[in-house]
């Protein structure tokens, strides 16, 4: 939807190896998300970004971190990865104030 | 408390029953989005609506500023309304805030 692929899809990876997730969008939005859903959580947003090199935290972003050199991808590392870290996660973009977000597949990642 | 409490978590239909999901929140928003994640994950964006009522074929989401509440009622259920609904708040920025969702379930 918009544009909006995240890879990889799937990963499985043991504990204390580094993460990097990949959003890439092709709509030229100029805000991007990374989100992490997990039960009885609903959606948390990690980090976001409102313009290349414009970063800023959210609500759970112990433990990683992202950068945005262009304005088509947004990447998610965990640096040293841990089991608490197992989870689905969601890239989004927003073009605008007053528009709806859209949401890439998601990626399933397992630590063990 | 979470700032965005949906209910209810769990809703099982029958085809062709009215549904309602609620959303109550607790903060001040410029705006609040229903969200739609079927099977398999994807996240689609439903309704965006900052004032009054909206309708989208079966689908209506109404919501109350005053009371700080929205409802999303589906008329004439069907199967293939399965899935989980998801209720988020814009606060400040371009930030939402996301209930936990109400997971549905329409029987044939």
């Known amino acids: 939807d918009a544009g909006i692929t995240q890879s990889p899809r799937h990963k499985v990876t043991e504990t204390g190896t580094p993460v990097t997730l990949r959003c890439h969008q092709t709509e030229n939005h100029r805000y991007m998300y990374w989100y992490r859903q997990d039960p009885g959580h609903g959606l948390r947003l990690i980090h976001y970004?409102?313009?290349?090199?414009?970063?800023d935290k959210g609500e759970v972003s112990d433990g990683y971190s992202v950068s945005r050199s262009k304005t088509e991808d947004f990447l998610l590392t965990l640096e040293s990865a841990t089991s608490s870290q197992t989870s689905v996660y969601f890239c989004?973009?927003?073009?605008?104030?007053?528009?709806?977000?859209?949401f890439g597949d998601g990626t399933r990642l397992s630590i063990l | 408390k979470n700032e965005v409490e949906q209910s209810p978590q769990n809703l099982t239909a029958q085809e062709g029953e009215f549904i309602t999901i609620n959303c109550s929140y607790s903060v001040g928003i410029s705006a609040l989005h229903w969200l739609q994640q079927h099977p398999g994950g994807g996240i689609v964006s439903l309704f965006m609506?900052?004032?009054g009522k909206k309708k989208h074929g079966r689908l209506i989401a109404t919501i109350n500023i005053q009371e700080k509440h929205s409802s999303l009622h589906i008329t004439a259920s069907h199967p293939r309304d399965s899935a989980v609904y998801i209720c988020a708040v814009l606060t400040s920025g371009s930030r939402l805030t996301f209930g936990e969702g109400t997971q549905l379930t329409v029987n044939p």
């Open positions: 609506l900052s004032s």
């Open positions: 970004s409102y313009g290349v090199k414009d970063t």
């Open positions: 989004a973009t927003l073009g605008g104030e007053g528009q709806p977000q859209h």
